[in-house]
């Protein structure tokens, strides 16, 4: 009898720091994950995607933030840069019959969506997100990418754009080097771009001059308090330094 009740409590206890020692492991290996996904060059793309995704979520209202204003209209758009984006477009149309745009961490899509419904075929749409777009909200956007702009297969792509719109998300994240290898990548050469490039603080100046430096003007639209409750952002207006 008592062998058979050492051997039942031995079982018991075993069974019980096997649930503790497996609850310990499940608690700690995400964390665990994640910062073995933060070595190599492969943690590079990983912190930006989360850092990207994050900002998205902020400034589009979406995910964890579905409950918040939804943001990301054209009214939104122009209000943030201080642009009229109906006018940018209709001026392209009128210059060469078609404007293509690339909205750059596009949030729910809706600024792209009230461009083609707007203007239909004289403008061709594409969007791009660090999280995927439901296709019921894809269907003013004629391509829709999912990933890093400024790495992976759509920096591969050959299009240029006429108008390059970030409105917060993945350019927030960029340093400077990668915001540079994009515009000369998928900026048309008579294309201009409206930047969202995040708190810049006092380095603000410095980094203009050196976008100036690379091949491109660039010039401060305005600041406004950000999304992200982390200070003002600077949005700038990109084009390049050869554009007529």
Same mark, same amino acid.
């Given at each position: 009898y008592c062998h058979g009740f &050492?051997? *039942?409590l031995y079982s018991g206890v075993l069974a019980f720091f096997n649930i503790i020692s497996h609850s310990i492991f499940m608690a700690i #290996?995400? !964390? $665990?994950r994640r910062r073995l996904s933060n070595l190599g060059s492969r943690g590079v793309d990983s912190r930006m995607?989360? /850092?990207a995704r994050k900002l998205e979520q902020q400034s589009h209202a979406t995910g964890n933030y579905a409950s918040a204003h939804l943001g990301g209209t054209l009214s939104d758009y122009n209000r943030s840069f201080g642009v009229d984006f109906r006018k940018v477009v209709q001026k392209f149309v009128e210059k060469k019959g078609t404007c293509s745009v690339l909205d750059v961490s596009t949030g729910r899509g809706f #600024? $792209?969506?009230v461009l083609k419904r707007e203007f239909g075929a004289s403008v061709s749409t594409t969007g791009t997100s660090v999280t995927r777009l439901p296709k019921e909200l894809q269907n003013g956007i004629d391509a829709f990418f999912v990933g890093l702009t400024s790495n992976g297969r759509f920096l !591969? /792509? @050959? !299009?240029k754009y006429d108008l390059v719109v970030c409105r917060s998300g993945e350019t927030q994240a960029m340093s400077l080097q990668q915001l540079t290898? #994009? &515009? *000369?990548?998928k900026l048309g050469q @008579?294309? !201009?771009a409206f930047v969202d490039v995040g708190n810049l603080g006092p380095n603000e100046l410095r980094f203009v001059r050196e976008l100036n430096r690379r091949s491109f003007r660039a010039r401060i639209l305005k600041q406004h308090l950000g999304f992200e409750k982390h200070g003002k952002v600077t949005m700038l207006e990109i /084009?390049?330094?050869s554009r007529k």
């Open positions: &050492l051997s *039942a #290996f995400p !964390k $665990l995607i989360r /850092t #600024f $792209l969506n !591969k /792509t @050959e !299009k290898d #994009f &515009l *000369a990548r @008579e294309g !201009k /084009t390049h330094s």
